[in-house]
């Protein structure tokens, strides 16, 4: 519409320079009848008119050009004679629905993107995961490594005094740690492999059962802490060193025994919005409301 718009206007621009050209030639026959200089002074203003006229139309033509229907995937169809009607109502549907169509195609475009990634994207679902959610347990054998490794991992060479593991599979081969922090709180860390796939946490009060891993603490503060803990597990993923991510995934969850002791590195405040500080900093592990860690 802007483009047809714009070329409404040259056209009148051109007409109104060519009605002005002729009434300058009409009140100019007097003017060839005097001296000289009168003629010399008419035939170059005309020619003046006359070229400005010719710049003027080939501005026309090439807005007109510019001018194209619609085609590929915008192409309407028999809508595209709803831009003819006489009515503003009817003219705007056009547009609205051009616009609807473009909007339509950028959706696909980017749906087919987003796909091609996902497809390339290692973080997936295990079957346990997925079927645990539809309430019944699938198995696979996907980065599966020995689960003496699992165990070695996460009873010797992981180590923090304030913090017991327990590893437990109910789910056949993989494993499912629970890490019980100080008197503070609870996480089931839910492995695929080592990879680490999801992560509950719950008060230090709060029952964490095994068939019931995926239902959140009845506490604010610890589901808000549970988010926090799936931003740091996408941080810390690493396919290609497993054991150095998991590692330092549970030195970052393990800052959080002292969760409601220290306060807020920023506002040096220990409750806000009634919450302690419930996040904790990627690298130095020091303690943040949600609202400063930004600020």
């Given amino acids: 519409m802007e483009k047809l718009n714009a070329t409404l206007n040259a056209v009148k621009s051109l007409r109104s320079s060519v009605r002005q050209c002729f009434e300058q030639l009409a009140d100019g026959t007097a003017a060839t009848e005097q001296s000289e200089d009168s003629r010399t002074k008419f035939l170059v203003e005309f020619q003046e008119n006359y070229s400005h006229i010719n710049q003027q139309l080939r501005e026309v033509e090439t807005l007109i050009n510019g001018l194209q229907p619609p085609l590929g995937p915008y192409y309407l169809g028999n809508t595209t004679y709803l831009a003819q ?118 008060g230090y009060d709060e029952p964490m059962e095994i068939d019931d891993l995926w239902t959140e603490s009845r506490y604010e503060v610890f589901r808000k802490v549970q988010e926090h803990t799936h931003s740091a597990m996408l941080h810390f993923f690493s396919p290609t060193q497993p054991e150095l991510a998991v590692k330092s995934y549970m030195t970052w969850l393990n800052s959080y025994s002292k969760l409601f002791l220290e306060p807020c590195k920023r506002c040096a405040k220990y409750v806000s919005n009634g919450l302690p500080p419930t996040w904790r900093d990627l690298r130095t592990l020091e303690p943040f409301h949600e609202e400063c860690k930004n600020c």
């Fill in 85 to 202: 009607e006489i009515t503003q109502d009817r003219q705007a549907m056009y547009s609205q629905l051009v616009s609807s169509y473009k909007w339509i195609d950028k959706v696909h475009e980017h749906s087919l993107l987003a796909f091609n990634n996902l497809n390339l994207n290692n973080l997936r679902r295990s079957y346990t995961y997925c079927s645990q959610k539809r309430g019944r347990v699938q198995y696979t054998s996907c980065n599966n490594p020995d689960p003496e490794f699992i165990d070695n991992l996460f009873y010797n060479d992981i180590s923090h005094t304030n913090t017991i593991y327990k590893v437990c599979r109910p789910f056949s081969s993989n494993a499912v740690v629970i890490a019980t922090i100080s008197h503070v709180l609870k996480a089931a860390i839910i492995c695929k492999g080592v990879l680490i796939e999801w992560v509950t946490v719950k």
